[in-house]
């Protein structure tokens, strides 16, 4: 009799092991379900891409100060300043104490190896020449280190959509106007 409660006692343990194992694979299943939904709840971010023109025209009729501020944006995207460039990580620059910053996609990452002097950088335009410069995140938190930047600014050499655009960019403190316009080559 003892040998018959041995083997139903063996039976139970099986089983319960059984059941603990099917447990913690459902877990898992679970863990890794909540770390592949994460990146997705983790970069839901709480920032607005505008197209330039929209907002040059959303801001003509609002008060003076706006507009000052609106015409400086459109004369440092528009006009000549000193500026920085840097181009497959390369480093130019044109005129003295730069005002803005003009980076290709690709680069953008590896601004904080290159050590810029940029203290008195306004606006950075990020040049995208091509759809495939959008498969790679661009993190814009890199550009915390040029303490007086207003305005990033993307320039698209191809025909895009903010919803396409805003999903290539990653930023943890949005205090940029962030503006996009799509400058095709001729």
């Known amino acids: 009799m003892s040998k018959v409660m041995f083997l139903k006692s063996q039976a139970k343990i099986m089983e319960n ?13 679970l863990l890794v379900m909540l ?8 970069f839901s971010q709480n920032f607005k891409i505008q197209n330039t023109e929209d907002y040059f025209k959303s801001v003509q009729n609002t008060e003076v100060m706006k507009n000052k501020s609106a015409n400086s944006i459109k004369s ?4 000549l300043h ?3 460039y840097v181009d497959n990580g390369r480093v130019n620059s044109y005129g003295k104490n ?4 003009f980076v290709d996609a690709n680069s953008v990452s590896k601004l904080k190896e290159l050590k810029l002097e940029g203290n008195q950088i306004e606006l950075v335009t990020i040049k995208i020449n091509q759809k495939s410069d959008l498969v790679n995140l661009i993190n814009l938190d890199v550009f915390q280190q040029f303490s007086s930047i207003k305005v990033i600014h993307f ?8 919803e396409t655009l805003t999903k290539s960019v990653k930023i943890d403190i949005s205090k940029y106007t962030l503006l996009y316009s799509i400058e095709k080559p001729s």
Request: hydrophobic content about 50%; glycine content about 4%; aromatic content about 12%.
């Open 155 to 162: 320039s698209l050499g191809f025909d895009c959509d903010v």
């Open 82 to 84: 000193p500026s920085l």
């Open 17 to 29: 092991s059984f059941q603990i194992r099917q447990f913690h694979h459902l877990s898992l299943k």
């Open 98 to 101: 730069p005002i803005v910053l």
């Open 76 to 79: 440092l995207i528009k006009d």
């Open 35 to 42: 770390f592949l939904a994460f990146p997705i709840l983790g």
